[in-house]
T-cell receptor, first 113, second 112 residues
């Protein structure tokens, strides 16, 4: 089955700096890669996703890049703000009727003033 | 728009007691439904998923079970809770393409 590794496990940046979180996956059949943000005590929220037919996707201050050859994808957050502090999870899956997400172990991002 | 509900929001149960958590989805038909558990400070563990009424796939052998009696209703149960069952239980749904998953608000279960 699919295995997703996520690094780093914790990340501290100063407000205004950029943050990068990296994930690798094992199953070459995976074609869908979402990122979730989970604030303390809350549900994970889908913040951005990418499919295997594109290499990069941006949404305001966040972007995701995908390298299918190397089987890794990354989340980039620019101009970080205190409200970006949360745990971020990457995931990978195939698409189809019975698709399942395999999640990484999470990255705790802390944005300091 | 689609909405996913879970109840109860919090639950404190003694070891050995039964459990029933409910999840319902509004605004969509034939969703894929998922149950996850998240231990404190940990990642998301997929417990069960369902692609249709009465169709349940189990990911992890344990003392939990799931049922889908209606298209948009997913129930997580246990006959006898263990201390290790404590955690944050999240229900999620996805559409026919089975890709984007959206989570419910969760149930925080404490087994004492």
């Amino acid at each position: 089955g699919e295995n997703v590794e996520q690094h780093p496990s914790t990340l501290s940046v100063q407000e205004g700096d950029s943050a990068v979180i990296k994930c690798t996956y094992s199953d070459s059949a995976s074609n869908y890669f979402p990122w979730y943000k989970q604030e303390l005590g809350k549900r994970p929220q889908l913040i951005i996703d990418i499919r295997s037919n594109v290499g990069e996707k941006k949404d305001q201050r966040i972007a995701v890049t995908l390298n299918k050859t190397a089987k890794h994808f990354s989340l980039h957050i620019t101009e970080t703000q205190p409200e970006d502090s949360a745990v971020y999870f990457c995931a990978a899956s195939t698409t189809g009727t019975a698709s399942k997400l395999t999640f990484g172990t999470g990255t705790r991002l802390q944005v300091t003033l | 728009s689609q909405t996913i509900h879970q109840w109860p929001a919090t639950l404190v149960q003694p070891v050995g007691s039964p459990l029933s958590l409910e999840c319902t989805v509004e605004g969509t038909s034939n969703p894929n439904l998922y149950w996850y558990r998240q231990a404190a400070g940990r990642g998301l563990q997929l417990l069960f998923y369902s692609v249709g009424i009465g169709q349940i796939s189990s990911e992890v052998p344990q003392n939990l079970s799931a049922s889908r009696p209606q298209d948009r209703q997913f129930i997580l149960s246990s006959k006898k809770l263990l201390l290790s069952d404590s955690g944050f239980y999240l229900c999620a749904w996805s559409g026919l393409r089975g890709s984007e998953q959206y989570f419910g608000p969760g149930t925080r279960l404490t087994v004492t």
